[in-house]
């Protein structure tokens, strides 16, 4: 290297980082240099371009370290020149990149620093570097020509020639503006401007081309630079600028409606870019500002906790946290790594969305679904435990109250005398006082004391052992009481009890034991009797028929289930009922009309609901139309027993409304029955003329 490049050294002046304020200042005011220098620990680590700053300001205003901080640049970016070392293609690049070249002495100590142009007009000085600069230009892939200031192609690299279609030799020499457009190059070396993107096409040539001045160092343009590209290869890059300019477009849209606000972050936690759309108050600035800053740093800082960032980059792997802010919000956060074809680390995508309602409203969800199960519960406790009405169809006040007390006895298991007329239902009130007490899991066995022998009803209530009598089970048997032990056992027709077994029963009530015929040794029970009949009992015990002892014991609670000719707003829930039976059983369609069920609850059933069952049954297998109307029932019903009919009445109208409309009805059923006003007028208990006077309005109207 010729002694010239040290002739153009200049030194660097340096200023100590933890240097007062003033000495900066003071130190500034005599210096006339474009750049200085900053030192930490008696080591250079920065430059500073003084032009960023007018000489008024550096004199008068004073520069502090805290300005000059801001504005170094890192000397690593800088090329440093060792005059001893050889210069390479890459050397090049490197000095082309920053303004100044850093310049190291014998003792590999910094000597001062070097212009850029001065050190590139000096490197190419010699000969053994003119090769270095034949690299450069060959190794740039478009095509580069240099003009002098006679606007004289002076040198071009390969490139160039193959897309202007030329050679050497007719381009070294040559006018510019004869190859390319002179009026361009012409503007360049009058304004000392750049000309880009310019397209010249001809015979031989289609390129696109940019003219850029070479100036000196007093700002006069010397030469030029012309930097062509061939158009299909533009074309080319111009379309794959412009799909990924699409892309763009695309992936932007979809980020767009993403609901999730959408993070990449590199790979040492630095935020590289994010949605458009970001929950705004988990951040605590504007997301936009903390682009460029490390993830894991602001999560030390409070901004939220814990970092799926920092948790990601420990493991290496997805990664899914929620995160809670100040305001208590809560973020599900997913962090997914993104690996290069070395497994390397390259990206973190990370995922939040906001899901303090929706846990909010899984909170609720849950206690919603605890509620229900709750209700649930309750209802099915209701149902099979304080709703003895499952099998019990009824609707009158009457049988309420017997389902109010059923629902009161429950869980005692107190003796309970059902008496009532035979067919109205007492096995059923017996079945719902085991379902519904707290004997519901043990046994319900029922027996007929009015259906079976004196001496065969001693054997089936309390048993006999092996050999006890004739025709005996070899093995003994046990009785209903010892088989309904712990549960419930029915006596149904108690009053036909015969005298003798009056006795042994009271004891068994009384001792809770009970002795089988052939054994003289007791054996513990725990039964709930529930006893029912048709007679009166008191009437018997009178007639000495019913041990008084025993009538007391069984009559603890009683209950007296009504007749239905005592409770007729059952009796068309009832039909209703037993007719849908057996529409399901023989997949039918049948129902009463109106006058149907009229009819039917006007009927006194002496037979109670026994009665009205095998009634339904008879008039359902003999029907043939699905509608069952009163005329097809009335011919079921027993003469002389269906009650006084009481009008139909579905809504609500006045009273005055309702009186006209009966008296019309019966004056025209009475006429159309006894065809004479006289007749008439004798079964509605009215005068003939007021039947007269009746029915002529009535037909005046018709």
């Not at 100590?16 to 130190?27: A, F, L, R």
Request: proline share 4%; glycine share 6%.
């Amino acid at each position: 290297m010729s002694q010239t490049i040290f002739d153009k050294l200049k030194p660097i002046f340096i200023v100590e980082d933890d240097e007062k304020e003033e000495n900066v200042s003071k130190n500034l005011a005599d210096y006339r240099d474009q750049y200085l220098f900053l030192s930490r620990n008696n080591k250079v680590y920065a430059y500073v371009d003084l032009k960023k700053w007018t000489t008024n300001e550096i004199t008068d205003k004073g520069l502090n370290m805290k300005e000059l901080r801001s504005h170094a640049v890192s000397i690593k970016k800088i090329g440093v020149f060792n005059p001893k070392q050889p210069i390479s293609v890459p050397y090049i690049f490197q000095i082309l990149g920053e303004p100044i070249v850093l310049v190291k002495g014998d003792n590999h100590e910094l000597a001062g620093y070097l212009r850029r142009e001065d050190m590139l007009v000096e490197m190419f000085r010699e000969d053994r570097n003119t090769n270095l600069l034949k690299v450069l230009l060959a190794s740039i892939p478009m095509g580069i020509f240099v003009v002098d200031h006679h606007k004289k192609i002076v040198n071009y690299n390969d490139s160039g020639l193959q897309m202007i279609r030329s050679t050497a030799e007719k381009v070294i020499g040559a006018d510019a503006g004869d190859i390319f457009n002179g009026e361009l190059l012409h503007q360049v070396f009058s304004t000392g401007k750049t000309t880009l993107n310019q397209i010249h096409i001809t015979d031989e040539m289609g390129v696109l081309v940019d003219y850029s001045p070479i100036e000196t160092a007093d700002g006069k343009v010397d030469g030029a630079i012309i930097i062509v590209q061939d158009l299909p290869m533009v074309e080319e890059m111009a379309m794959e600028i412009e799909a990924v300019k699409n892309l763009n477009r695309d992936m932007n849209a979809i980020l767009s409606t993403i609901y999730d606000e959408l993070l990449v972050v590199d790979h040492e936690g630095t935020l590289i870019r994010h949605s458009e759309n970001y929950i705004t108050d988990f951040w605590r600035s504007d997301l936009k500002e903390l682009v460029g800053k490390n993830i894991p740093e602001l999560e030390e800082t409070g901004h939220f906790s814990p970092s799926v960032t920092r948790m990601v980059l420990e493991r290496q792997e997805k990664v899914s946290v929620v995160q809670e802010t100040n305001s208590g919000k809560k973020i599900l956060a997913i962090g997914n790594p993104v690996f290069n074809d070395d497994g390397e680390l390259m990206r973190i995508v990370i995922a939040s969305r906001d899901i303090t309602e929706n846990t909010k409203l899984k909170t609720e969800l849950k206690q919603t679904k605890e509620i229900t199960q709750r209700y649930k519960q309750e209802l099915s406790r209701l149902k099979n435990k304080t709703n003895p009405s499952n099998d019990i169809i009824y609707c009158s006040a009457k049988m309420q109250k017997i389902v109010n007390q059923i629902e009161k006895i429950a869980d005692f298991s107190s003796t309970v005398l059902i008496h009532g007329k035979s067919g109205v239902g007492k096995e059923l009130i017996a079945r719902a006082i085991h379902r519904e007490g707290n004997r519901s899991d043990q046994p319900f066995l029922t027996i007929n004391c009015g259906s079976i022998p004196e001496n065969l009803l001693e054997s089936e209530l309390f048993g006999y052992t092996k050999g006890s009598f004739t025709g005996a089970n070899v093995n003994g048997k046990q009785g209903y009481f010892e088989q309904a032990n712990g549960g419930v056992l029915f006596l149904d027709e108690i009053g036909d009890m015969p005298f003798s077994l009056q006795v042994k029963l009271l004891r068994v009530l009384q001792e809770n034991e009970v002795v089988p015929i052939g054994s003289v040794t007791p054996i513990p029970i725990d039964v709930q009797i529930v006893a029912a009949t048709n007679k009166d009992l008191k009437t018997l015990v009178e007639k000495g028929a019913f041990r008084e002892d025993l009538y007391y014991r069984i009559n603890v609670i009683p209950i007296h289930v009504p007749p239905l000719c005592e409770r007729p707003e059952d009796i068309p829930l009832l039909a209703y009922h037993t007719l849908q039976s057996l529409n399901q059983r023989y997949d039918k369609n049948y129902h009463f009309s109106p006058g149907a069920l009229n009819l039917l609850e006007n009927y006194s059933w002496p037979g109670n609901i026994r009665e009205l069952q095998n009634l339904i049954e008879r008039i359902f297998v003999t029907a043939d139309d699905e509608v069952i109307n009163e005329d097809f029932v009335g011919q079921f019903m027993v003469t002389g027993e269906v009650q006084r009919s009481r009008p139909m009445v579905s809504g609500i109208i006045p009273l005055n409304e309702a009186k006209e409309d009966v008296e019309q009805q019966l004056i025209m059923l009475a006429m159309k029955k006894y065809k004479t006003t006289t007749k008439a007028a004798e079964a509605l208990g009215i005068s003939q003329s007021a039947v007269s006077r009746k029915y002529k309005r009535i037909m005046q109207y018709e």
